[in-house]
C-alpha cells in the first residue's frame, strides 16, 4: 500500500483521548453519497468498539441536498459543523447530467467543493493509486503492465491556478485566468519532497513549461528546493507525457506532484487503474483540518440500487484514524479487513469476474466490518 507522509498530514488539532471525543463532520452529499457513507459509518464504529476509540459524529448537509433544504450548496451551518471538528468526512456532491441546468445542480459540484478548500485552506490533496494484487484482472492494462507493479501517489495543489481564477464570457469570448505564487507551490512541493522520502525517494514534477509562464515558475521553485533534498530524485515531465506514460509504464512512477487542472486530470486518469473508482480514497490538507473524500463521483445513475461500492469511503475512514486521529492501529485494521474482504472474493458489481461473489454494498460493508 502507497506510504503517506504522516507528519505532513497531521494537523494542529488535540488528538483523541479516553475523555475527550474527537468529532467528526460527516457531509454524506448526493447520489450514491449516503450509502456509502451509510457502510463508512458502520465499520468506523465496528473499529471504536475494537480500539475502545471515542467518536461522535455530526451529520451536515452539501450540495444538492443542502440545496433542498437551504437553498445554497454549502451554507453556514455546513461550514460551523465542519469547523468545529476534528476531521471531515465527505461523500459525493452532483446531480444526473441532464438536470445540470436546475439551480439545485447547477454549479452544485463547483459551489460544494470548492467552497470547502476555500474555506478551510485545503491546498493539497493526496491520491494513492495501488493495484491490488486479488484485484490484478480488473485493472484496465495489459497483464505485463500491471505484473510490474503499481503503486503510486498524485500530490495535488488544490487552490491555485485556473480553477480559482477570473472567469467571464463576454459575447463570443470567453476567458479563464490561471495564476500561480511561489508559496502557493512550495506547499504542495514540501509535502511532495516528504512523502518520496518516506517512499521510493523519486519525484516527478509534471507542468507545461514550454508554453505555460505558471509551469515554468513551478520548476523554477521545485530546482530550488530540489537542493535541499539530496536523497530525493527529481524529474521533470511534461503533463501530456505524463498522461501517456501513466497508462504505458505507471512502475516508474513514485511520487508525482503538479498543479491543480494537470492533477485533476491525471488523478482520475490514475484512479481507473486500481479497477473502479470504488477503491479510491483521497485527502484534503489544510492547514487546521483535513477533509477525507473518494475519488469517484455521485453516480445518479445507480443511487438507490445497493451496488455502489463502498470500498473508497470506508477506505476514506482509515486514513482520517491515521492522520487525523492518531489511531494507526485502527487505520491498519480497517484496510487490512478491506484487503481480506476483497482476497476473498467478495466484490461489488464493479469488480466482478467469473470467480468473484458479487455482493451489495450494504454487504460488503458487513462483510469488512465481520473481517474487522
Not at 178 to 183: G, N
Not at 294 to 304: E, F, Q, R, T
Not at 316 to 344: H, N, T, Y
Request: hydrophobic share 45%; glycine share 8%.
Amino acid at each position: 500500500p502507497a506510504v503517506i507522509s504522516t507528519k505532513m498530514l497531521r494537523v494542529a488539532r488535540p488528538f483523541a483521548s479516553a475523555t475527550r471525543a474527537s468529532k467528526v463532520a460527516v457531509l454524506p452529499g448526493d447520489g450514491i453519497g449516503p450509502e456509502v457513507m451509510k457502510e463508512a459509518i458502520k465499520v468506523l464504529n465496528c473499529a471504536s468498539a475494537r480500539f475502545n476509540l471515542n467518536l461522535d459524529f455530526e451529520h451536515g448537509l452539501i450540495g444538492g441536498a443542502a440545496y433542498d433544504e437551504h437553498g445554497e450548496h454549502f451554507p453556514e451551518q455546513t461550514r460551523q459543523t465542519c469547523a468545529s471538528a476534528d476531521a471531515i468526512l465527505y461523500g459525493s456532491v452532483g446531480g444526473p447530467v441532464n438536470e445540470q441546468h436546475l439551480p439545485k445542480w447547477k454549479n452544485a459540484e463547483r459551489n460544494a467543493v470548492l467552497g470547502m478548500r476555500a474555506a478551510f485552506d485545503l491546498a493539497v490533496n493526496v491520491r494513492p493509486a495501488t493495484v491490488y494484487p486479488a484485484l490484478a484482472h480488473a485493472c484496465p492494462l495489459r497483464p505485463e503492465i500491471v505484473a510490474k507493479g503499481v503503486d503510486l501517489v498524485i500530490i495535488r495543489e488544490l487552490l491555485g491556478g485556473i480553477y480559482f481564477g477570473e472567469h467571464r464570457t463576454e459575447g463570443d469570448t470567453a476567458v479563464d485566468i490561471c495564476t500561480y505564487t511561489v508559496e502557493q507551490i512550495r506547499r504542495p512541493l514540501e509535502f511532495a519532497f516528504a512523502t518520496a522520502k518516506q517512499r521510493r525517494g523519486k519525484l516527478t514534477v509534471v507542468d507545461k513549461a514550454n508554453v505555460l509562464d505558471t509551469s515554468r515558475l513551478w520548476r523554477r521553485v521545485a530546482g530550488e528546493m530540489a537542493s535541499k533534498h539530496p536523497e530525493v530524485h527529481v524529474e521533470y515531465m511534461y503533463v501530456d507525457n505524463a498522461a501517456m506514460q501513466l497508462i504505458q509504464q505507471p512502475s516508474n512512477f513514485d511520487v508525482i506532484v503538479t498543479e491543480n487542472l494537470f492533477g485533476d486530470i491525471l488523478s482520475d486518469a490514475a484512479s481507473v487503474l486500481p479497477g473502479s473508482l470504488g477503491l479510491m480514497p483521497s485527502a484534503s490538507i489544510g492547514s487546521s483540518i483535513n477533509m477525507y473524500e473518494p475519488s469517484g463521483g455521485s453516480a445518479p445513475d445507480i443511487a438507490g440500487k445497493g451496488i455502489a461500492n463502498p470500498a473508497a469511503q470506508i477506505l476514506c475512514g482509515a486514513m482520517m484514524l491515521r492522520f487525523s486521529l492518531d489511531q494507526p492501529q485502527a487505520a491498519d485494521a480497517i484496510e487490512g479487513a478491506v484487503s481480506s474482504v476483497l482476497k476473498a472474493g467478495s466484490v461489488t458489481r464493479d469488480l466482478a469476474s467469473a470467480n468473484a461473489k458479487v455482493v451489495s454494498t450494504s454487504e460488503f460493508g458487513d462483510a469488512v466490518a465481520g473481517a474487522l
